[in-house]
């Protein structure tokens, strides 16, 4: 099998835009801790429910940038070839 500096480029983006696609874990894992606590803390002091939801879905929106910063490299991985 002949593999060329070409090939292996593609093959190295293609696991490298995978790599980055993980990172959708940990914003799964941070809006769903932020989601949670959020639920608990208007549970213990609904009068307060306003602020604690302004609160979180600042904190979620911070979280998803993440997620969405891995999706965009992996595109740019996958779509943007270098070698022309």
Known sequence: ???NG???IRACSAIGAGIAVISGIGTGIGQGNAAGYGASAVGRNPGARG???STMLLGQAVAETTGLYGLVVALLL???HPLG
Do not use: P, R
Request: hydrophobic letters at 65%; charged letters at 15%.
């Open 1 to 3: 099998m002949d593999i």
């Open 6 to 8: 070409q090939d292996l």
């Open 51 to 53: 602020q604690i939801m």
């Open 78 to 80: 996958l779509f943007v």
